[in-house]
């Protein structure tokens, strides 16, 4: 697959160099300076290229987008149309202190994202798990039990595609349902994100979730 990378921050930049080490073709966009698309490009190999977010969307099959929630207007901006495209949001929807969501309850970051990317299929994941993790995890992909991973989305083909990356950066995909789960999903990402960087066993923290039944058969 051709995959952009709009924000090349540690989530950005982690999941797009591991989706470039698993074979598909990567372009990162969206960073504070040359110099960084530069390393970024270095670390990911030779399926990895680096251009501006109109580039990494319009060339892709599936757009990862990973900007702070208060760089999102203006990254959906200098992307343009992300109509019929697979649109991998692992945003939280933060204030700029990152210590509250700013939309809760009521709706999402996810379903907020997909009214303003008109006719995108939007699909949240990765959000509920530290950066510092995903590239341990993909070093220990062939290790079982995996670590579960949480998505969701309102269209089933396009949850499959996200599915197979998942599976692929070393995680258990695990199927939460339509985008309006993307309110629980949230604020289950600041309760990672707590655990990680509020105490002091450092961020190195996964999760699983599995059937009880499954548990007691093994």
């Known amino acids: 697959m051709r995959i952009g990378v709009i924000g090349a921050g540690r989530m ?9 080490q698993s074979g598909h073709k990567v372009l990162f966009s969206y960073a504070r300076s040359r110099d960084k698309l530069d390393r970024l490009v270095r670390e990911a190999g030779a399926d990895a290229s680096w251009g501006t977010p109109a580039e990494a969307a319009g060339t ?29 949001t692992c945003c939280v929807p933060l204030n700029e202190s990152d210590t509250e969501l700013v939309v809760a309850h009521r709706q999402s970051g996810a379903e907020a994202l997909a009214a303003k990317a008109s006719g995108a299929r939007v699909v949240a994941a990765f959000q509920t798990t530290p950066s510092e993790v995903l590239r341990p995890a993909f070093k220990a992909r062939e290790r079982h039990p995996r670590p579960s991973l949480v998505y969701c989305g309102d269209e089933m083909k396009s949850k499959a595609t996200v599915a ?15 985008l309006r789960i993307a309110r629980y999903i949230e604020p289950f990402a600041m309760l990672g994100a707590e655990l990680a960087y509020g ?17 007691v058969a093994g």
Do not use: C, M, N
């Open 199 to 215: 105490h002091a066993g450092g961020p190195e923290w996964v999760y699983r979730f599995a059937r009880l039944d499954s548990l």
């Open 164 to 178: 197979t990356l998942i599976a692929a950066a070393g995680f258990d995909p695990v199927d939460a349902g339509g």
């Open 12 to 20: 950005g930049g982690a999941l797009g160099t591991i989706f470039a």
């Open 60 to 88: 892709a099959d599936v757009v990862l987008l990973a900007v702070h929630w208060a760089r999102l207007d203006d990254a959906l901006a200098q992307a343009g149309s992300l109509a019929d495209k697979i649109v991998v």
